[in-house]
Nanobody
Framework: QVQLVESGGGLVQAGGSLRLSCAAS????????MGWFRQAPGKERDFVAA????????DYADSVKGRLTISRDNAKNTVYLQMDSLKPEDTAVYSC?????????????????WGQGTQVTVSS
């Protein structure tokens, strides 16, 4: 089992930045690929970014490329999402997830464990 706890969400003005963190406990963190997903009000949950088990491969949704950056620190059992140049349309609940995989994954059904999520609100 892996437990995931997100933090770092909040309210920010358009153009601002936030850094989300996802702390993992349980089994060996470095054995998992990690991902971030988001769900806006009234919409389905969408893929945001993913990273392979040692961070060598990163994937991003087209809507966030160049603005959001995923990274991980296996010594701290933590994955991060640096969010820059934020837009009102980035407002959502952001959740991290862990997949029993060495490679990065984009599909939700490929993930085995999920956090509860953290709210990000971007005002215009």
């Amino acid at each position: 089992q892996v437990q995931l706890v997100e933090s770092g969400g909040g309210l920010v003005q358009a153009g601002g930045s936030l850094r989300l963190s996802c702390a993992a406990s349980g089994r060996t963190f470095s054995s998992y690929a990690m991902g971030w997903f988001r769900q806006a009000p009234g919409k389905e949950r969408d893929f945001v970014a993913a990273i392979s088990w040692i961070g060598g491969r990163k994937d991003y949704a087209d809507s966030v490329k160049g603005r959001l950056t995923i990274s991980r620190d296996n010594a701290k059992n933590t994955v991060y999402l640096q969010m820059d140049s934020l837009k009102p349309e980035d407002t959502a609940v952001y959740s991290c997830a862990a997949a029993v995989s060495y490679d990065s994954r984009r599909r939700q059904d490929e993930y085995d464990y999920w956090g509860q999520g953290t709210q990000v609100t971007v005002s215009s």
